[in-house]
């Protein structure tokens, strides 16, 4: 159970977070962030003037028609004539291997349009090239941004 939910992401930044759980049930897909996101100094809770992290959080989004083909997830690798490939990955196997600790998911930057958020991420893990760059583009109409408590002793 989560103190704040907010609908309204104007405020909310998930640039740098790394989520390292992710669920999908009943249309909604989960990701989990321990170390939490970013909230700016703009946000009504926000009593700082700073852009500061939250306690562990989670991030709720309504997958449209409730089916795993709303979720489209890419990884950008560059095979051995050093060409770039873009490899398609399952959902349900990308979530099991951000659960297990093969991957971290890092997000950098964000992009929403009608009915869609495409986030530019790195996939990280333990053996050399460390990251790939990846996509992940969610078929949705909202996010629901969930938190406990403001860490204002971690400051952007």
């Known amino acids: 159970m989560y103190e704040h939910c907010d609908l309204n992401d104007s405020c909310i930044s998930l640039h740098d977070c790394h989520a390292e759980k992710m669920n999908y049930e009943n249309g909604i897909l989960s990701f989990v962030f321990p170390d939490g996101f970013w909230i700016t100094d703009k946000h009504p809770c926000n009593k700082s003037d700073n852009c500061v992290r939250t306690s562990s959080s989670q991030v709720d989004f309504q997958i449209l028609d409730e089916e795993t083909d709303s979720i489209e997830i890419y990884v950008f690798r560059k095979n051995r004539s050093s060409k770039l490939i873009r490899e398609d990955r399952e959902p349900d196997n990308f979530i099991s291997a951000v ?13 929403k ?31 629901v941004y969930k938190w406990n408590q403001l860490r204002y002793d971690r400051v952007w």
């Not at 659960?99 to 992009?111: A, M, P, V, W």
């Not at 009608?114 to 949705?140: A, G, R």
Request: glycine share 2%; net charge negative; with cysteine.
């Open 99 to 111: 659960n297990s600790g093969d991957l971290r998911l890092e997000f950098i930057k964000q992009y």
């Open 113 to 143: 349009s009608f009915q869609s958020f495409l986030f530019k991420c790195w996939v990280w893990f333990e053996k050399p090239p460390y990251h790939y760059e990846c996509e992940v583009i969610l078929h949705s109409e909202k996010a």
